[in-house]
Protein backbone atom coordinates (compact mmCIF):
# COMPACT_ATOMS: atom_id res chain seq x y z
CA UNK A 1 0.00 0.00 0.00
CA UNK A 2 1.00 3.52 -0.61
CA UNK A 3 1.95 5.70 2.44
CA UNK A 4 -0.34 7.99 3.94
CA UNK A 5 0.64 11.44 4.57
CA UNK A 6 0.69 13.56 7.07
CA UNK A 7 0.23 17.26 6.95
CA UNK A 8 0.25 19.96 8.61
CA UNK A 9 -2.14 23.23 6.35
CA UNK A 10 -1.01 26.13 8.33
CA UNK A 11 -1.90 29.70 8.45
CA UNK A 12 1.75 30.68 7.43
CA UNK A 13 3.36 27.70 6.77
CA UNK A 14 2.41 24.16 5.81
CA UNK A 15 4.48 21.43 5.83
CA UNK A 16 4.35 17.54 5.22
CA UNK A 17 5.72 14.55 6.91
CA UNK A 18 5.48 10.64 6.20
CA UNK A 19 6.25 7.78 8.47
CA UNK A 20 9.57 5.77 6.97
CA UNK A 21 10.78 2.63 8.74
CA UNK A 22 10.35 3.34 12.69
CA UNK A 23 9.74 7.02 12.76
CA UNK A 24 7.67 10.40 11.33
CA UNK A 25 9.75 12.59 8.89
CA UNK A 26 9.28 15.55 6.97
CA UNK A 27 9.61 15.94 3.31
CA UNK A 28 11.43 18.92 1.50
CA UNK A 29 9.64 20.99 -0.96
CA UNK A 30 11.11 21.82 -4.30
CA UNK A 31 13.50 24.19 -2.90
CA UNK A 32 14.69 21.37 -0.49
CA UNK A 33 13.06 23.13 2.90
CA UNK A 34 10.49 21.77 4.96
CA UNK A 35 8.74 24.63 5.45
CA UNK A 36 6.14 25.93 2.31
CA UNK A 37 4.54 29.31 2.71
CA UNK A 38 1.43 29.02 2.79
CA UNK A 39 0.77 31.52 -0.24
CA UNK A 40 -0.22 31.33 -3.50
CA UNK A 41 -0.06 32.95 -6.85
CA UNK A 42 -1.37 33.43 -10.34
CA UNK A 43 1.62 34.54 -12.51
CA UNK A 44 0.87 36.61 -15.79
CA UNK A 45 0.55 33.66 -18.24
CA UNK A 46 -1.94 32.18 -15.80
CA UNK A 47 0.22 29.26 -14.16
CA UNK A 48 0.31 29.04 -10.53
CA UNK A 49 2.70 29.27 -7.86
CA UNK A 50 3.33 28.00 -4.33
CA UNK A 51 5.03 28.76 -1.51
CA UNK A 52 8.34 30.91 -1.17
CA UNK A 53 8.35 32.57 -4.61
CA UNK A 54 4.34 33.22 -4.03
CA UNK A 55 5.62 35.29 -0.68
CA UNK A 56 7.82 36.98 -2.85
CA UNK A 57 5.67 38.01 -5.28
CA UNK A 58 3.19 39.11 -2.60
CA UNK A 59 5.68 41.81 -1.53
CA UNK A 60 5.51 43.27 -5.38
CA UNK A 61 1.98 42.07 -6.52
CA UNK A 62 -0.37 41.59 -4.04
CA UNK A 63 -2.87 41.26 -6.06
CA UNK A 64 -1.51 38.39 -7.78
CA UNK A 65 -1.42 36.54 -4.58
CA UNK A 66 -3.92 35.18 -1.95
CA UNK A 67 -2.51 34.38 1.50
CA UNK A 68 -4.03 33.99 4.95
CA UNK A 69 -7.01 32.17 3.58
CA UNK A 70 -6.93 29.58 6.39
CA UNK A 71 -8.90 31.97 8.55
CA UNK A 72 -11.78 31.92 5.66
CA UNK A 73 -11.90 28.25 6.04
CA UNK A 74 -15.71 27.17 6.57
CA UNK A 75 -17.27 30.96 5.33
CA UNK A 76 -18.68 31.73 1.69
CA UNK A 77 -15.91 34.33 1.16
CA UNK A 78 -14.34 34.76 -2.00
CA UNK A 79 -10.70 35.90 -2.79
CA UNK A 80 -9.82 37.89 -5.47
CA UNK A 81 -6.22 36.82 -7.62
CA UNK A 82 -5.04 38.16 -10.62
CA UNK A 83 -9.14 38.95 -11.60
CA UNK A 84 -10.16 35.77 -10.79
CA UNK A 85 -12.45 34.28 -7.87
CA UNK A 86 -11.23 31.64 -5.43
CA UNK A 87 -12.68 29.84 -2.35
CA UNK A 88 -10.62 29.40 0.91
CA UNK A 89 -10.81 25.45 0.08
CA UNK A 90 -9.52 25.99 -3.63
CA UNK A 91 -6.68 28.34 -2.52
CA UNK A 92 -5.88 25.61 0.17
CA UNK A 93 -5.85 22.97 -2.32
CA UNK A 94 -3.31 24.45 -4.15
CA UNK A 95 -1.26 24.57 -1.33
CA UNK A 96 -2.29 20.85 -1.24
CA UNK A 97 -1.41 20.05 -4.33
CA UNK A 98 2.20 21.44 -4.21
CA UNK A 99 2.50 19.37 -0.98
CA UNK A 100 1.54 16.00 -2.89
CA UNK A 101 3.79 16.65 -5.76
CA UNK A 102 6.80 17.13 -3.00
CA UNK A 103 5.98 14.18 -1.29
CA UNK A 104 5.43 11.92 -4.21
CA UNK A 105 9.06 12.91 -5.49
CA UNK A 106 10.09 12.03 -2.18
CA UNK A 107 8.39 8.69 -1.76
CA UNK A 108 8.76 8.03 -5.76
CA UNK A 109 5.30 6.90 -5.60
CA UNK A 110 1.73 8.44 -6.57
CA UNK A 111 0.35 9.72 -2.83
CA UNK A 112 -3.34 9.49 -2.64
CA UNK A 113 -4.36 9.61 1.05
CA UNK A 114 -3.46 12.58 3.72
CA UNK A 115 -4.11 12.85 7.70
CA UNK A 116 -4.59 16.84 7.18
CA UNK A 117 -4.44 18.90 10.77
CA UNK A 118 -6.42 21.45 11.60
CA UNK A 119 -7.17 23.66 14.80
CA UNK A 120 -8.73 22.37 17.47
CA UNK A 121 -10.49 25.02 17.73
CA UNK A 122 -11.65 24.78 13.52
CA UNK A 123 -15.72 23.99 13.84
CA UNK A 124 -17.53 21.68 11.80
CA UNK A 125 -17.57 23.94 9.18
CA UNK A 126 -13.65 24.80 9.14
CA UNK A 127 -13.13 20.56 9.24
CA UNK A 128 -15.37 19.88 6.44
CA UNK A 129 -13.95 23.11 4.26
CA UNK A 130 -10.33 21.14 5.24
CA UNK A 131 -11.92 18.10 4.14
CA UNK A 132 -12.89 19.57 0.49
CA UNK A 133 -9.53 21.31 0.61
CA UNK A 134 -7.89 18.25 0.20
CA UNK A 135 -10.36 16.69 -2.44
CA UNK A 136 -9.82 19.39 -4.69
CA UNK A 137 -6.56 18.28 -4.66
CA UNK A 138 -7.02 15.15 -5.51
CA UNK A 139 -6.03 13.93 -1.91
CA UNK A 140 -8.44 11.09 0.66
CA UNK A 141 -8.01 12.63 3.18
CA UNK A 142 -8.31 9.93 5.83
CA UNK A 143 -8.45 11.49 9.66
CA UNK A 144 -8.45 15.19 10.18
CA UNK A 145 -6.83 15.69 13.63
CA UNK A 146 -6.58 18.59 16.05
CA UNK A 147 -2.79 20.03 15.54
CA UNK A 148 -2.07 20.07 19.67
CA UNK A 149 -3.65 16.82 19.77
CA UNK A 150 -0.86 15.96 16.11
CA UNK A 151 1.66 17.88 18.57
CA UNK A 152 1.46 16.08 21.67
CA UNK A 153 1.38 12.20 19.26
CA UNK A 154 4.78 13.65 18.61
CA UNK A 155 5.74 13.87 22.22
CA UNK A 156 4.06 10.62 23.35
CA UNK A 157 5.64 8.71 20.43
CA UNK A 158 9.05 9.67 21.46
CA UNK A 159 8.23 9.53 24.84
CA UNK A 160 6.06 6.58 25.12
CA UNK A 161 7.13 4.96 28.57
CA UNK A 162 6.43 8.24 30.14
CA UNK A 163 3.70 8.75 32.91
CA UNK A 164 2.93 12.41 33.07
CA UNK A 165 1.24 15.54 32.33
CA UNK A 166 1.99 17.68 29.10
CA UNK A 167 0.38 20.98 27.75
CA UNK A 168 0.81 22.26 24.24
CA UNK A 169 0.96 25.68 24.05
CA UNK A 170 0.67 26.73 19.96
CA UNK A 171 0.53 29.58 18.99
CA UNK A 172 1.01 30.13 15.12
CA UNK A 173 0.81 33.12 12.59
CA UNK A 174 -3.41 33.36 13.49
CA UNK A 175 -4.42 31.01 15.89
CA UNK A 176 -4.27 30.03 19.36
CA UNK A 177 -4.59 26.94 20.88
CA UNK A 178 -3.47 24.87 24.01
CA UNK A 179 -4.09 21.56 25.09
CA UNK A 180 -4.09 19.45 28.38
CA UNK A 181 -3.15 15.88 28.28
CA UNK A 182 -1.94 12.65 30.12
CA UNK A 183 0.42 10.13 28.52
CA UNK A 184 0.43 6.54 30.14
CA UNK A 185 1.88 3.15 29.15
CA UNK A 186 1.92 4.39 25.19
CA UNK A 187 -2.03 5.82 25.82
CA UNK A 188 -2.13 9.47 25.02
CA UNK A 189 -5.23 10.40 26.71
CA UNK A 190 -6.26 14.28 25.38
CA UNK A 191 -7.97 15.70 29.12
CA UNK A 192 -9.13 19.19 27.92
CA UNK A 193 -8.40 21.73 24.97
CA UNK A 194 -9.42 25.31 24.48
CA UNK A 195 -7.97 28.25 22.62
CA UNK A 196 -8.69 31.86 20.41
CA UNK A 197 -9.17 31.80 16.74
CA UNK A 198 -7.87 35.05 16.14
CA UNK A 199 -4.76 35.67 17.99
CA UNK A 200 -1.18 34.66 16.28
CA UNK A 201 2.19 35.96 15.59
CA UNK A 202 0.47 38.50 12.77
CA UNK A 203 -1.08 40.29 16.02
CA UNK A 204 2.01 40.77 17.51
CA UNK A 205 3.16 42.05 14.50
CA UNK A 206 0.70 44.68 14.63
CA UNK A 207 1.62 45.75 17.57
CA UNK A 208 5.06 46.51 16.48
CA UNK A 209 3.42 48.40 13.35
CA UNK A 210 0.87 50.22 15.52
CA UNK A 211 3.75 51.22 17.89
CA UNK A 212 5.77 52.75 14.89
CA UNK A 213 3.27 54.53 13.19
CA UNK A 214 2.25 55.91 16.33
CA UNK A 215 5.66 57.52 16.86
CA UNK A 216 5.16 58.71 13.44
CA UNK A 217 2.28 60.41 14.35
CA UNK A 218 0.04 58.21 12.31
CA UNK A 219 -2.65 55.73 13.68
CA UNK A 220 -2.83 52.01 12.15
CA UNK A 221 -6.26 51.89 11.02
CA UNK A 222 -6.55 54.70 9.21
CA UNK A 223 -3.22 54.30 7.73
CA UNK A 224 -4.07 51.02 6.19
CA UNK A 225 -7.01 52.60 4.31
CA UNK A 226 -4.81 56.08 3.60
CA UNK A 227 -1.61 54.16 2.78
CA UNK A 228 -1.87 50.79 1.98
CA UNK A 229 1.16 50.17 0.40
CA UNK A 230 3.47 51.31 3.17
CA UNK A 231 1.79 49.88 5.54
CA UNK A 232 2.25 46.41 3.59
CA UNK A 233 6.14 47.41 3.25
CA UNK A 234 6.01 48.29 7.40
CA UNK A 235 4.16 45.42 8.16
CA UNK A 236 7.26 42.98 6.24
CA UNK A 237 9.51 45.12 7.86
CA UNK A 238 8.45 44.31 11.72
CA UNK A 239 7.48 40.85 11.03
CA UNK A 240 11.56 40.58 10.27
CA UNK A 241 11.86 42.91 13.16
CA UNK A 242 9.99 40.57 15.34
CA UNK A 243 12.06 37.53 14.51
CA UNK A 244 15.02 39.40 15.01
CA UNK A 245 14.31 40.06 18.09
CA UNK A 246 13.89 36.53 19.48
CA UNK A 247 17.68 36.65 18.74
CA UNK A 248 18.72 40.83 19.70
CA UNK A 249 18.24 43.21 21.93
CA UNK A 250 17.35 45.66 20.15
CA UNK A 251 16.55 45.97 16.49
CA UNK A 252 16.46 48.77 13.66
CA UNK A 253 13.04 48.97 11.34
CA UNK A 254 13.20 51.38 8.54
CA UNK A 255 9.86 53.03 7.54
CA UNK A 256 9.26 52.82 3.70
CA UNK A 257 8.00 55.59 1.66
CA UNK A 258 4.05 56.23 1.23
CA UNK A 259 4.06 54.56 -2.25
CA UNK A 260 5.87 51.32 -0.13
CA UNK A 261 9.14 51.62 -1.21
CA UNK A 262 12.45 51.59 0.91
CA UNK A 263 14.86 54.03 -0.25
CA UNK A 264 18.74 53.60 1.27
CA UNK A 265 18.11 56.81 3.54
CA UNK A 266 14.57 55.93 4.60
CA UNK A 267 14.09 57.25 8.55
CA UNK A 268 14.65 54.53 10.91
CA UNK A 269 13.14 53.58 14.45
CA UNK A 270 15.20 51.57 17.17
CA UNK A 271 12.69 49.11 18.83
CA UNK A 272 13.93 47.56 21.68
CA UNK A 273 13.22 44.07 23.84
CA UNK A 274 11.24 46.55 26.13
CA UNK A 275 9.23 48.20 23.88
CA UNK A 276 8.06 45.11 22.48
CA UNK A 277 7.37 43.51 25.81
CA UNK A 278 5.35 46.13 26.79
CA UNK A 279 3.77 47.16 23.25
CA UNK A 280 2.20 43.25 23.20
CA UNK A 281 1.44 42.95 26.79
CA UNK A 282 -2.54 43.50 25.90
CA UNK A 283 -2.30 40.24 23.55
CA UNK A 284 0.04 38.26 25.94
CA UNK A 285 -3.24 38.57 28.76
CA UNK A 286 -5.56 36.79 26.15
CA UNK A 287 -3.08 34.13 26.25
CA UNK A 288 -3.71 33.28 29.95
CA UNK A 289 -7.38 33.24 29.42
CA UNK A 290 -7.38 29.76 27.45
CA UNK A 291 -4.76 28.57 29.44
CA UNK A 292 -7.14 29.07 32.37
CA UNK A 293 -10.12 27.08 31.21
CA UNK A 294 -7.82 24.40 29.69
CA UNK A 295 -6.85 24.12 33.25
CA UNK A 296 -9.98 24.06 34.93
CA UNK A 297 -11.64 21.82 32.30
CA UNK A 298 -9.17 19.37 32.75
CA UNK A 299 -9.40 19.64 37.04
CA UNK A 300 -5.56 20.57 36.73
CA UNK A 301 -3.04 23.35 38.59
CA UNK A 302 -0.66 24.95 36.90
CA UNK A 303 2.40 23.13 38.93
CA UNK A 304 0.50 20.03 38.72
CA UNK A 305 1.61 20.23 34.71
CA UNK A 306 5.25 18.19 34.15
CA UNK A 307 6.05 19.67 30.53
CA UNK A 308 5.45 22.69 28.95
CA UNK A 309 5.23 22.42 24.85
CA UNK A 310 5.55 25.31 23.03
CA UNK A 311 4.56 24.98 19.82
CA UNK A 312 4.38 27.09 16.42
CA UNK A 313 6.67 29.76 15.35
CA UNK A 314 5.20 32.64 16.93
CA UNK A 315 6.72 31.02 20.25
CA UNK A 316 10.07 31.50 19.32
CA UNK A 317 8.76 34.93 20.69
CA UNK A 318 10.77 35.79 24.06
CA UNK A 319 8.25 37.72 25.76
CA UNK A 320 5.85 34.62 25.06
CA UNK A 321 8.45 32.41 26.55
CA UNK A 322 8.83 34.46 29.90
CA UNK A 323 5.02 34.67 30.08
CA UNK A 324 4.60 30.79 30.25
CA UNK A 325 7.63 30.14 32.06
CA UNK A 326 6.35 32.57 34.60
CA UNK A 327 2.63 30.79 34.89
CA UNK A 328 4.11 27.26 34.98
CA UNK A 329 7.05 28.06 36.87
CA UNK A 330 9.09 25.73 35.45
CA UNK A 331 11.28 26.57 31.64
CA UNK A 332 9.48 25.05 28.80
CA UNK A 333 10.34 21.90 26.30
CA UNK A 334 11.57 22.20 23.40
CA UNK A 335 12.62 18.89 22.06
CA UNK A 336 11.22 19.68 18.93
CA UNK A 337 10.97 22.03 16.64
CA UNK A 338 8.24 24.28 17.11
CA UNK A 339 7.49 24.29 13.20
CA UNK A 340 7.62 21.03 12.48
CA UNK A 341 6.19 18.89 15.88
CA UNK A 342 2.62 19.25 14.47
CA UNK A 343 3.42 17.52 11.08
CA UNK A 344 5.70 15.07 12.43
CA UNK A 345 2.20 14.27 14.38
CA UNK A 346 0.50 14.03 11.39
CA UNK A 347 2.51 11.36 10.33
CA UNK A 348 2.80 9.25 13.52
CA UNK A 349 -1.54 9.55 13.11
CA UNK A 350 -0.91 8.52 9.54
CA UNK A 351 1.36 5.36 11.02
CA UNK A 352 -1.67 4.66 13.28
CA UNK A 353 -4.22 4.43 10.66
CA UNK A 354 -1.98 2.33 8.21
CA UNK A 355 -1.53 0.05 11.20
CA UNK A 356 2.06 0.32 11.29
CA UNK A 357 3.76 -1.97 13.56
CA UNK A 358 5.83 0.40 15.02
CA UNK A 359 3.02 2.30 16.95
CA UNK A 360 0.97 -0.84 17.57
CA UNK A 361 1.78 0.00 21.55
CA UNK A 362 0.38 3.53 20.83
CA UNK A 363 -3.05 5.12 22.04
CA UNK A 364 -4.64 8.00 21.54
CA UNK A 365 -7.98 10.01 22.57
CA UNK A 366 -9.29 12.85 21.86
CA UNK A 367 -11.98 14.93 22.56
CA UNK A 368 -14.53 17.67 21.02
CA UNK A 369 -13.13 20.85 21.70
CA UNK A 370 -16.48 22.85 22.13
CA UNK A 371 -20.21 21.77 23.45
CA UNK A 372 -22.72 21.26 20.88
CA UNK A 373 -25.93 21.64 21.26
CA UNK A 374 -29.43 23.04 19.71
CA UNK A 375 -32.14 25.82 20.13
CA UNK A 376 -35.02 25.62 22.06
CA UNK A 377 -37.52 27.52 24.04
CA UNK A 378 -37.99 27.35 27.63
CA UNK A 379 -41.33 27.81 29.50
CA UNK A 380 -40.35 30.40 32.68
CA UNK A 381 -43.43 31.70 34.13
CA UNK A 382 -45.95 30.84 31.83
CA UNK A 383 -44.24 33.08 29.45
CA UNK A 384 -42.33 30.83 26.03
CA UNK A 385 -38.88 32.13 25.79
CA UNK A 386 -37.02 31.61 22.64
CA UNK A 387 -33.25 31.26 22.10
CA UNK A 388 -31.81 28.95 24.87
CA UNK A 389 -28.83 26.59 23.97
CA UNK A 390 -29.39 23.18 25.36
CA UNK A 391 -26.00 21.27 24.93
CA UNK A 392 -25.89 17.78 23.73
CA UNK A 393 -22.40 17.10 23.84
CA UNK A 394 -20.37 18.65 26.42
CA UNK A 395 -17.06 20.38 25.48
CA UNK A 396 -14.13 17.69 26.75
CA UNK A 397 -15.91 14.96 26.15
CA UNK A 398 -13.74 12.29 24.40
CA UNK A 399 -14.32 11.37 20.81
CA UNK A 400 -15.95 9.65 19.44
CA UNK A 401 -19.77 10.10 21.29
CA UNK A 402 -22.85 10.04 20.23
CA UNK A 403 -25.75 11.32 22.50
CA UNK A 404 -29.05 11.39 22.15
CA UNK A 405 -31.80 14.32 23.89
CA UNK A 406 -35.43 13.82 24.04
CA UNK A 407 -37.50 17.40 22.78
CA UNK A 408 -41.16 17.72 22.71
CA UNK A 409 -43.44 19.54 20.34
CA UNK A 410 -44.89 23.49 22.00
CA UNK A 411 -47.96 23.26 20.83
CA UNK A 412 -51.16 20.88 19.61
CA UNK A 413 -50.81 19.12 16.41
CA UNK A 414 -47.41 20.79 15.31
CA UNK A 415 -46.26 19.32 12.35
CA UNK A 416 -42.98 20.81 12.48
CA UNK A 417 -39.69 21.45 14.31
CA UNK A 418 -36.73 23.21 13.21
CA UNK A 419 -33.63 21.59 15.10
CA UNK A 420 -31.18 24.42 14.73
CA UNK A 421 -27.15 23.07 15.48
CA UNK A 422 -24.99 25.63 17.68
CA UNK A 423 -21.54 25.21 18.95
CA UNK A 424 -20.11 27.71 22.20
CA UNK A 425 -20.71 27.53 25.49
CA UNK A 426 -23.30 30.80 25.92
CA UNK A 427 -26.76 29.46 27.46
CA UNK A 428 -28.19 31.93 24.88
CA UNK A 429 -27.66 31.17 21.12
CA UNK A 430 -27.27 34.24 19.43
CA UNK A 431 -23.93 34.18 21.48
CA UNK A 432 -22.85 31.12 20.36
CA UNK A 433 -22.19 29.86 16.25
CA UNK A 434 -25.01 28.40 14.69
CA UNK A 435 -23.36 25.55 12.39
CA UNK A 436 -26.14 24.09 10.34
CA UNK A 437 -30.23 23.34 10.30
CA UNK A 438 -32.06 20.14 10.48
CA UNK A 439 -36.17 20.29 9.44
CA UNK A 440 -38.12 17.63 10.80
CA UNK A 441 -41.19 17.54 9.20
CA UNK A 442 -44.85 15.37 9.56
CA UNK A 443 -45.08 15.26 12.73
CA UNK A 444 -48.20 13.26 13.43
CA UNK A 445 -51.16 15.18 14.77
CA UNK A 446 -51.22 15.25 17.92
CA UNK A 447 -50.92 17.38 21.58
CA UNK A 448 -47.95 19.58 22.78
CA UNK A 449 -45.53 17.17 24.30
CA UNK A 450 -44.93 14.64 21.00
CA UNK A 451 -41.52 13.17 21.53
CA UNK A 452 -38.92 14.39 18.96
CA UNK A 453 -35.28 12.65 20.04
CA UNK A 454 -32.32 14.80 18.64
CA UNK A 455 -28.93 12.10 18.24
CA UNK A 456 -25.70 14.28 17.73
CA UNK A 457 -22.48 11.85 16.54
CA UNK A 458 -18.79 13.44 16.40
CA UNK A 459 -16.70 11.08 15.00
CA UNK A 460 -12.96 11.08 15.12
CA UNK A 461 -12.49 13.91 12.41
CA UNK A 462 -14.57 16.50 14.77
CA UNK A 463 -17.33 16.17 12.14
CA UNK A 464 -20.64 16.45 13.40
CA UNK A 465 -23.64 14.34 12.63
CA UNK A 466 -27.17 15.33 13.48
CA UNK A 467 -29.79 12.69 13.42
CA UNK A 468 -33.75 12.96 14.14
CA UNK A 469 -36.87 11.07 14.85
CA UNK A 470 -40.20 11.66 16.19
CA UNK A 471 -40.74 8.99 18.79
CA UNK A 472 -44.42 8.06 17.10
CA UNK A 473 -43.84 7.87 13.89
CA UNK A 474 -40.42 6.26 13.59
CA UNK A 475 -39.96 8.51 10.97
CA UNK A 476 -36.10 9.30 10.78
CA UNK A 477 -34.36 12.62 9.60
CA UNK A 478 -30.44 12.87 8.79
CA UNK A 479 -29.50 16.79 8.96
CA UNK A 480 -27.69 18.39 5.84
CA UNK A 481 -26.21 20.89 7.35
CA UNK A 482 -26.50 23.36 4.85
CA UNK A 483 -25.03 26.93 6.11
CA UNK A 484 -22.00 27.18 4.27
CA UNK A 485 -20.80 26.29 1.32
CA UNK A 486 -18.45 23.84 2.85
CA UNK A 487 -21.11 21.48 2.12
CA UNK A 488 -20.69 20.22 -1.45
CA UNK A 489 -22.77 18.05 -3.28
CA UNK A 490 -21.24 15.56 -5.12
CA UNK A 491 -21.95 18.03 -8.52
CA UNK A 492 -20.53 20.63 -7.14
CA UNK A 493 -17.19 19.17 -6.08
CA UNK A 494 -16.79 17.79 -9.72
CA UNK A 495 -17.59 21.56 -10.96
CA UNK A 496 -14.97 22.95 -8.72
CA UNK A 497 -12.18 20.08 -9.54
CA UNK A 498 -13.08 20.82 -13.34
CA UNK A 499 -12.23 24.75 -12.70
CA UNK A 500 -9.38 24.31 -10.83
CA UNK A 501 -8.30 21.34 -13.64
CA UNK A 502 -8.01 24.55 -15.85
CA UNK A 503 -5.31 26.20 -13.74
CA UNK A 504 -1.64 25.19 -14.45
CA UNK A 505 0.93 24.88 -12.14
CA UNK A 506 4.39 26.02 -12.49
CA UNK A 507 6.81 23.52 -13.24
CA UNK A 508 8.19 22.27 -9.91
CA UNK A 509 11.81 21.80 -11.19
CA UNK A 510 12.01 25.46 -12.20
CA UNK A 511 10.61 27.41 -8.50
CA UNK A 512 14.18 28.15 -7.45
CA UNK A 513 14.58 30.06 -10.38
CA UNK A 514 10.87 31.70 -9.97
CA UNK A 515 11.89 32.66 -6.24
CA UNK A 516 15.27 33.93 -7.04
CA UNK A 517 13.35 36.17 -9.72
CA UNK A 518 10.93 37.38 -7.80
CA UNK A 519 13.44 38.14 -5.02
CA UNK A 520 15.61 39.89 -6.67
CA UNK A 521 12.71 41.99 -8.16
CA UNK A 522 11.46 42.84 -4.89
CA UNK A 523 15.29 44.29 -4.06
CA UNK A 524 15.12 46.35 -7.08
CA UNK A 525 14.14 49.41 -4.61
CA UNK A 526 16.92 48.70 -1.83
CA UNK A 527 20.29 49.09 -4.23
CA UNK A 528 21.71 52.38 -4.77
CA UNK A 529 20.89 54.20 -7.91
CA UNK A 530 24.04 53.93 -9.45
CA UNK A 531 23.99 50.07 -8.79
CA UNK A 532 20.42 49.95 -10.16
CA UNK A 533 20.60 50.00 -13.73
CA UNK A 534 23.13 46.63 -14.24
CA UNK A 535 20.88 44.86 -11.42
CA UNK A 536 17.69 45.34 -13.29
CA UNK A 537 19.88 44.24 -16.43
CA UNK A 538 20.83 41.06 -15.29
CA UNK A 539 17.33 40.63 -13.97
CA UNK A 540 15.89 41.14 -17.41
CA UNK A 541 18.84 39.03 -19.21
CA UNK A 542 17.33 36.36 -15.73
CA UNK A 543 13.54 36.48 -16.47
CA UNK A 544 14.21 36.41 -20.67
CA UNK A 545 16.71 33.32 -20.09
CA UNK A 546 13.60 31.60 -17.67
CA UNK A 547 11.41 32.77 -20.81
CA UNK A 548 13.51 30.66 -23.76
CA UNK A 549 13.37 27.62 -21.65
CA UNK A 550 16.74 26.23 -22.17
CA UNK A 551 18.61 25.12 -19.12
CA UNK A 552 22.11 26.35 -19.85
CA UNK A 553 20.73 29.89 -21.00
CA UNK A 554 19.02 29.82 -17.71
CA UNK A 555 21.61 28.82 -15.79
CA UNK A 556 24.46 31.13 -17.41
CA UNK A 557 21.58 33.90 -16.27
CA UNK A 558 21.14 32.66 -13.21
CA UNK A 559 24.67 32.82 -12.19
CA UNK A 560 25.19 36.15 -13.28
CA UNK A 561 22.40 37.33 -10.74
CA UNK A 562 23.80 35.97 -8.28
CA UNK A 563 27.07 36.95 -8.89
CA UNK A 564 25.36 40.48 -9.07
CA UNK A 565 23.49 39.56 -5.60
CA UNK A 566 26.78 38.56 -4.08
CA UNK A 567 28.35 41.85 -5.03
CA UNK A 568 25.82 44.22 -3.33
CA UNK A 569 25.67 42.29 -0.85
CA UNK A 570 22.63 40.37 -0.74
CA UNK A 571 22.32 37.03 0.40
CA UNK A 572 18.99 35.18 -1.19
CA UNK A 573 18.86 32.53 1.18
CA UNK A 574 19.18 35.16 4.40
CA UNK A 575 16.62 37.46 3.09
CA UNK A 576 15.42 40.03 5.16
CA UNK A 577 11.18 40.92 5.28
CA UNK A 578 10.43 37.36 6.49
CA UNK A 579 11.47 35.77 3.65
CA UNK A 580 13.34 33.28 5.94
CA UNK A 581 11.64 30.99 8.14
CA UNK A 582 14.05 28.58 9.08
P1 LIG B 1 0.77 28.64 11.32
O1 LIG B 1 0.61 27.40 12.11
O2 LIG B 1 -0.31 29.63 11.54
O3 LIG B 1 1.04 28.41 9.87
P2 LIG B 1 3.48 28.96 12.25
O4 LIG B 1 3.54 27.97 13.35
O5 LIG B 1 4.27 28.69 11.03
O6 LIG B 1 2.01 29.38 11.89
O7 LIG B 1 3.92 30.35 12.89
C1 LIG B 1 3.93 31.48 12.15
C2 LIG B 1 4.14 32.64 13.06
O8 LIG B 1 5.38 32.46 13.76
C3 LIG B 1 4.23 33.94 12.30
O9 LIG B 1 3.41 34.90 12.93
C4 LIG B 1 5.70 34.30 12.45
O10 LIG B 1 5.87 35.69 12.52
C5 LIG B 1 6.09 33.66 13.75
N1 LIG B 1 7.52 33.37 13.82
C6 LIG B 1 8.23 32.51 13.07
N2 LIG B 1 9.54 32.53 13.42
C7 LIG B 1 9.66 33.43 14.42
C8 LIG B 1 10.75 33.92 15.23
N3 LIG B 1 12.00 33.50 15.04
N4 LIG B 1 10.49 34.86 16.17
C9 LIG B 1 9.23 35.31 16.36
N5 LIG B 1 8.16 34.90 15.64
C10 LIG B 1 8.37 33.97 14.68
MG1 LIG C 1 0.44 25.69 13.01
Redesign the pocket.
Known amino acids: MSHIIGIDL ?4 SLCGVFLGDKPRLIPNALGKMLTP ?1 VVAVLEDGQILVGEAARELRVTQPDRCASTFKRLMGSDARVEMAGRAFTAPELSSMVLKSLKADAEKFLAEEVTDAVITVPAYFNDNQRKATKVAGELAGLKVRRIINEPTAAALTYGFHDRNAEKKLIVVDL ?4 FDVTLMEVFEGTLEIVSTSGESFL ?3 DF ?1 NRLVSVILKQLGMQLELAELQEPLRVARLRQQC ?1 DA ?2 RL ?1 EQTDVEVKVPEKDGTLPEKARTVKINRETFAAAVKPLLDRIAGPIGKALRDGRSEAQEVDDVILV ?3 T ?2 LPLVDFVRDYFGREPEATFNP ?1 EVVCLGAAVQAALIADNRAVDDMVMTDVCPFTLGVNTAKEMGGQVKTGYFVPIIHRNTTIPVSKEHVFSTMVPNQQEVLVDVYQGENRKVENNLKIGELRVTGVPPGPAGQEIYIRFTYDLNGILEVEAYVAKSEKKFRAVLTQHAADLTDAELEAAVANLQTLKYYPREDQANQKLLRFAERMVGEVSPYQREQFEDAIDMFEQAMGTGDRETVENARSTLEQILAMLGIDPDQASG ?1 AS ?1 E
Open positions: GTTNSGGGTGGETEKRSGGARMDGF
